[in-house]
């Protein structure tokens, strides 16, 4: 339907016409010297036309008064308010929280048969998670040295995909701000409802900056019944040239820096899990086991679209406008008003 945002300007419609009777009134006193005018009288010794009650039409003061009409109109700012449409919610609330520090940049991962840095495989696993939750608010936060929020809670998938891709290694700095991020999370997620709040932080070292204590940070978020998920991502194994060619190579652990007991806490003190992942696979088999979590039922939530309206009597008013005024170059365009 058509709806007015301002119906009120409507009552602006009839002000030309009060102008137009105020200034008929004020010529219509009798001035204190009357002069004789013939101009009434025309040749033929009839009266003329305004003087025997007639009026002439007039097609530029007609224009006007609808051009002013549609400008009244256009002015209330008409919508078009469709039809209620359902929005998907199943009742999850999944607050992302990925670590983009340098050590992301480590190539002990593959994807597609080429060892990769670990964050080109996040990306890939994580979007797909994400494509997959129709029906869930997903937010991203962003972590180094210090936690950003990429993308509050949003239905709209998409934008927190392009935003995941878009992010750089050790753009957020190159440290790691475990408990920061677990801080922002819960800030975000405090608002949702209970039993509905949950926030899967993923991360390869240890916490090493930040105003909050990892440990701190995930009893606030279970004190509001905020559930973690936490995945320790990296290699246990990777093999390091040396100056020796092939020979002279040596095996390390690219994830000696991961502190899995702080991370194995966080979990345990809110009622979730902790993840190992040491390749893609098994990366992409833990968000395959947190996608089968029992969805919690919340109430639906509709809205309704809705599309300005207001440029169509503008621009007719505007034309209707431009045409009278062309009408007034005409001898008699205005003649009889």
């Known amino acids: 339907m058509i709806e007015l945002i301002w119906p009120w300007l409507l009552a602006a419609a009839p002000l030309p016409l009060v102008v137009r009777w105020l200034t008929r009134r004020s010529e219509s006193r009798q001035p204190a010297l009357t002069v ?22 007039s097609l530029p003061l007609t224009l006007l008064a609808l051009a002013w009409l549609l400008l009244v109109v256009a002015a209330a700012r008409p919508q078009w308010t469709g039809d209620p449409i359902a929005l998907p919610a199943s009742g999850r609330d999944l607050m992302l929280a990925v670590d983009i520090s340098g050590s992301m940049g480590t190539e002990d991962m593959q994807l597609g048969g080429d060892y990769v840095d670990r964050l080109s495989v ?9 494509e997959a939750r129709g029906g869930d608010r997903v937010g991203l936060i962003l ?5 950003y929020l990429q993308a509050p809670l949003t239905f709209d998938l998409a934008t927190v995909m392009q935003l995941l891709n878009e992010a750089p290694v050790g753009i957020a ?10 801080g ?14 949950v926030l899967i ?17 995930s ?3 279970s004190e509001i019944g905020v559930r973690i998920y936490t995945i320790g991502v990296g290699a246990t194994e990777m093999r390091m040239p040396s100056l020796f ?31 190992r992942a040491e390749n893609t696979q098994q990366l992409a088999e833990i968000y395959a086991i947190i996608d089968e979590l029992e969805p919690v039922e919340q109430e639906a939530e509709t809205f309704r679209p809705v599309q300005a309206l207001f440029m169509w009597p503008l621009g007719g008013g505007l034309i209707l406008l431009l045409f009278a005024l062309a009408l007034q170059s005409f001898p008699g365009g205005l003649r009889g008003v």
């Open 122 to 130: 996040v990306k890939q696993v994580v979007s797909q998670f994400i």
């Open 201 to 217: 932080l993923l991360t390869d070292g240890a916490n090493n900056v930040g105003e909050v204590a990892p440990i701190k940070a």
């Open 245 to 275: 060619g092939r020979f002279g190579s040596r095996i390390v652990n690219p994830s000696a820096e991961l502190d899995e007991d702080t991370l194995k806490a966080i979990a345990a003190n809110t009622t979730g899990r902790y993840f």
């Open 143 to 147: 972590f180094g040295t210090n936690a």
């Open 36 to 57: 004789p005018d013939l101009a009434p009288y025309q040749a033929d010794g009839g009266l003329s036309a305004s003087t025997s009650g007639h009026r002439r039409f």
């Open 173 to 182: 700095g190159g440290k790691t701000a475990i408990g920061d991020a677990i």
């Open 184 to 197: 922002l999370g819960v800030k975000r997620l405090r608002q949702r409802p209970d039993g509905d709040r």
């Open 219 to 221: 009893e606030l978020a």
